[in-house]
């Protein structure tokens, strides 16, 4: 399995630089790119994401209503990450 060779560091680089390259594309979209490229389950990622990562995938959940700013539950991305 590919999961074991991938650094966060190297998860982070991928996800950053097919953001540059795709402008306008959505992070969310773009991370299950880099898993799909490196053949991870996206359910196995939680680990790769680093804190930039997760901070620019918080602001965009926030922006599309996906999870409510502040709240700490089954919806909350913060839950989820933890």
Do not use: H, W, Y
């Amino acid at each position: 399995m590919v999961f074991d060779m991938i650094t966060k560091k190297d998860f982070t680089e991928q996800v950053e630089t097919l953001l540059l390259k795709s402008k306008g594309t959505d992070i969310l979209g773009t991370i299950l790119k880099v898993c799909e490229l490196n053949n991870i389950e996206p359910e196995s990622v939680k680990r790769l994401i680093s804190d930039p990562l997760k901070e620019k995938l918080t602001a965009e959940v926030e922006k599309l209503k996906l999870v409510r700013r502040g709240q700490v539950g089954t919806g909350s991305i913060d839950k989820f990450m933890v």
